[in-house]
């Protein structure tokens, strides 16, 4: 069931959504060769307690961080750890703040020195295919013309959307009903009203849509092991212009 929320509750996804985008903020800036994915972490961590909310993700379905820490061709939901970050790679992180029940979920790419000219379109494109698609995030549009956007924007651009994970509304609880795909025919789906929330996230892949989840159940791999870029917002809709509610400011 889709949710309309009152404006205490969006209020509180408000503040949610700031420390989360704060908090990505933190993690992306530190990114830099030597640093671990468990570094990551623990600065999301930190951004997160010193505003007095709780990590969304950490213990949701058994997961075991903060913060989804995934490198070039893994997708998301990558585990925090021992791993050492290096020059060139493409880093996604992905992270969730939770104030008086209600989440903010807001997600980057971001690249540790110099990458290669294609890695620098790919992180382009994602974002923008998000811009893209938030142009259609708007009372009375249908949900897959959102969708839709994205889609033509990123394989007019020479690369995929993958099909497997998709946005999601999110509230009270972290993932809601609508489900919101990063493809798809316009005119179909839900007709957007004001009050909804919505997680607007395009996975998208240099090379096929194709994926797999690795044996810690968790790590989302291309199949062809191209490299991958993410971008995410928690976005209000309006009668008027759509609303980011993770921007850190």
């Known amino acids: 069931m889709i949710t309309i929320k009152s404006p205490y509750e969006i209020e509180c996804m408000r503040c949610a959504g700031k420390v989360a985008g704060q908090?990505?903020?933190a993690a992306g800036a530190m990114i830099e060769p030597g640093v671990t994915t468990h570094d990551v972490d623990m600065a999301v961590r930190k951004v997160i307690a010193d505003n007095g909310m709780i990590p969304s993700f950490l213990g949701y379905g058994g997961f075991p961080a903060a913060a989804c820490v995934s490198?070039?061709?893994e997708v998301i939901h990558?585990?925090?750890g021992k791993r050492v970050?290096?020059?060139g790679d493409l880093v996604k992180i992905d992270v969730g703040a939770t104030y008086k029940g209600y989440h903010g979920d807001t997600a980057g790419t971001f690249a540790c020195g110099?990458?290669?000219p294609e890695a620098e379109?790919?992180?382009?494109v994602t974002r923008q295919s998000f811009y893209e698609g938030i142009k259609f995030a708007r009372e009375g549009q249908k949900l897959s013309n959102i969708s839709h956007a994205i889609q033509k924007y990123c394989e007019d651009n020479g690369f995929s959307v993958v099909r497997k994970f998709v946005g999601h509304g999110v509230g009270a609880n972290l993932h809601e009903d609508p489900e919101v795909p990063n493809f798809g025919e316009p005119g179909h789906g839900p007709r957007l009203r004001a009050g909804m929330t919505i997680a607007i996230e395009p996975m998208v892949n240099a090379g096929t849509y194709g994926v797999r989840v690795l044996s810690d159940g968790w790590t989302v791999l291309t199949l062809d092991h191209a490299l991958s870029a993410h971008y995410e917002h928690t976005v209000l809709i309006t009668d008027g212009d759509p609303v980011l509610l993770t921007l850190p400011e």
Do not use: C, M, V
Not at 121 to 124: A, D, M
């Open 23 to 25: 908090a990505l903020a």
């Open 71 to 73: 490198i070039n061709d």
């Open 78 to 80: 990558g585990i925090p």
């Open 85 to 87: 970050i290096k020059e």
């Open 114 to 116: 110099k990458i290669a």
């Open 121 to 124: 379109k790919l992180i382009t």
